[in-house]
Structures are given as C-alpha cells and as structure tokens.
C-alpha cells in the first residue's frame, strides 16, 4: 500500500491545527481583557463607594456637622451669632446690641472653643450639642438632617436651635434728690423712685420750707456700670459718687445755680462777721443784719457768755474760702466758709495770733435778700 495518501493528509492537517491555536488564544487575551475592565470597573466602582462612605462619615461627625457654627465661636463673630440664635440675651432701655455682642465676645475669651455632643439627647437624625469656651459653657445648638435618597448621600444639616448663654443682667441702685433729673447712658430716666426720706438740712430749715425728699431707684438690665448724670431743675450738672464694687451710686443735691456767686459773696461777709462777734470785736447789732427775723441762733449766740478770747487790741478778717455750697431750692441753700482772723494781742509779741473759723450756714431768701436761717455746729 503506498503511503503517499497519509503523508497528504498529515500535511493538510497543520494549518488547521495553527489556525485553531491562534483563535484560541485571541479568545483567551480577549476574556483576559474583558476581565480586567470588568475589574478595573468593579474596584473603580468599590473605591467611589468607599470614598462615598467615607465623605458621608466624616459629614456626620460632631465637628463637621457644626463646622459652620463653631467657626463663628473661634473667630469671635458674636454679630452673626446674636442674628442666628433662636434664644439670645437681651439688653435692656439703657444699653444696646452693641453692649450685648461685646459682652458675648468677653464669654468666648476664656480658653479653647470644644463642642460637646450631648449624647443623650442626640439621635441619628437629630444632634445636640454644648459649646464651651474653656471650662465655661456659652451655647447650646440642636441640629436635624435633611431627609436624603440613599444612605450613602451626604447628609446635610440643619441647624434648628441655637441658645446663647450670658448672666442675668445686673441692676444698679441710685441714690437722688427728687428734684434732679436722672441720665443714664445719655438717655433720661423716666422712673418713679421710693421714698428716701428728707435731707438733714430740713431739720434747720424747719417750716421755711419743705426741701426736696431723696428718692431710691433700684433699676434693672445692665451688663456694664453704666454712666449715670444728674441735672437741676435749671439745666446744671448736678455731682453724682459711684461705689463700683455695690453698683450704687449717690447724686447729692445740685452744688451750683444762677444764685451762687450771690450768696457765697453774702456768707464770706456772715462768717467774718459772726467770727469778729464772737471774738467780740462786733456788736450784735452789726451781725443781726447777716440774719433772719427772729433768729433763734441769733438769740443763742447774744446770751452767751463770749470769754473764749484773751483780750486783743485788734482784729482783722484776712482770708475766706468757699469749702461747699448746695443748692436746696430756689430760696434755700448751704454755704460753708472758713475765715481767718487775724488777733493783735495787748501783751507779748506784736505777731498776730491766727483763729481758723468754719462757718456751716444754711441761707434762706427773706423779703428778697438772702439771709443766714441756720448754722451747723
């Protein structure tokens, strides 16, 4: 049998064998392929939803959530956090905004701004937390989210409540005459104060007249002592004491008015005269004139027994300074002067011997003349 047949069918079955081969392996680089981009795709896919996961993390945490608020704390933005807040400290009549916002400011400046979840009042959906400045807390904030697609959408929060805290205001006590007009941080006083009795100068004042009572105001809503004026009926401004520490202050009665040259000019003459009459080197007659009719302390000085002077061959009134002066009314006032009187001895050195004397005179206007009604021993 020849072979020749065989050895033809060996040769036709090469190609065949070569041709399958190469589609074979295109086959198998193409699935390779496809299997690397559908791998590629998968990780590319798995990576975004982790990175999705992650973003949506990081969004709900405490710090994130309230990102926003807290720089507002950190920068001290008290303006835009008294706009935003639900609940916000007050000022009162005499203070402004302003006042509040820096107040506001000086709580923030205590230590390191931390906020605080308050766990137990917070949920998924809703976060409460505590603002502290240091070991101090200054707000409160409550947070809900907004309702989302799918649990990998970044949530987004909405800030629902925000408390500020500050101390209750303080109050201020005022101590006044009732016939001055009360300013209190460049805005009048319009209240009705208690009743503070009457001044010790109605005592000698006596019936002549019913001299203004002081008034007690208790007045409330500061954060900051405020500065507090007084006036006179007569437009003068009236001196007014503060105690820092109590909050309190004393405005006494007015120490000027249109008349007061007048009548410290009148008790520099009284008191040199009363000093010269004591002294006597004056006779009654001479001081009765400084006086009022009927003087009672006129009366007691002339039936006094004067012997408190050695006697003298002269004397001289030298010097008189106005120490203070306090405007009751119109028709009443005080006047303290101190004189010197100068003595000239009958015997020893001719160098004259100096007296000192303090005149406490209370003056009323009689018959149109100011005349001595009192004196302050």
């Known amino acids: 049998m020849s072979s020749e047949p065989v050895e033809e069918l060996k040769e036709d079955a090469k190609p065949k064998r070569s041709k399958g081969a190469r589609l074979y392996r295109i086959f198998l680089l193409s ?68 006042d509040v916002l820096i107040y506001l400011r000086t709580n923030l400046q205590n230590g390191e701004i931390v906020l605080e979840p308050v766990r137990n009042e917070s949920t998924a959906d809703h976060n409460v937390f505590l603002i502290n400045s240091g070991d101090v807390t200054v707000a409160r904030a409550e947070y809900v989210r907004e309702p989302v697609a799918d649990v990998l959408d970044i949530p987004k929060w909405d800030l629902t409540s925000l408390s500020l805290y500050a101390d209750e205001p303080g109050s201020i006590h005022i101590s006044a005459p009732e016939n001055v007009k009360l300013v209190i941080n460049g805005i009048e006083y319009s209240g009705t104060g208690a009743d503070g009795g009457e001044p010790a100068a109605q005592r000698i004042v006596g019936e002549y007249e019913d001299l203004p009572d002081m008034k007690e105001y208790d007045i409330d809503g500061f954060y900051y002592l405020p500065d507090v004026a007084a006036v006179s009926e007569d437009g003068t401004a009236v001196p007014v004491l503060c105690d820092m520490n ?132």
């Open 31 to 98: 699935w390779i392929l496809c299997l690397l981009v559908v791998l590629s795709a998968g990780l590319s896919r798995f990576y975004d939803f982790l990175e999705g996961y992650e973003t949506a993390y990081r969004a709900s945490l405490p710090e994130s959530v309230a990102a926003e608020l807290l720089d507002m704390f950190r920068t001290q933005d008290t303006g835009s956090l008294y706009d935003i807040a639900t609940e916000k400290p007050m000022h009162g009549e005499f203070e402004t905004r302003e």
């Open 246 to 377: 109590a909050y309190t202050y004393f405005v006494d009665y007015p120490r000027d008015c249109e008349y007061r040259e007048e009548v410290e000019a009148i008790a520099k003459e009284a008191v040199g005269a009363y000093a010269n009459f004591v002294s006597g080197d004056l006779s009654q007659a001479e001081l009765k004139k400084y006086f009022t009719e009927d003087n009672i302390f006129l009366y007691y000085m002339s039936h006094a027994e004067l012997k408190w002077f050695t006697r003298h061959l002269a004397s001289e009134i030298h010097s008189a300074e106005v120490k203070d002066f306090i405007a009751y009314s119109d028709d009443v006032c005080y006047c303290e002067v101190i004189v010197e009187q100068y003595l000239t001895m009958e015997w020893g050195p001719r160098e004259p011997e100096v007296i000192t004397t303090d005149g406490k005179f209370y003056f009323v206007k009689q018959n149109g003349e100011w005349k001595v009604l009192g004196i302050e021993f």
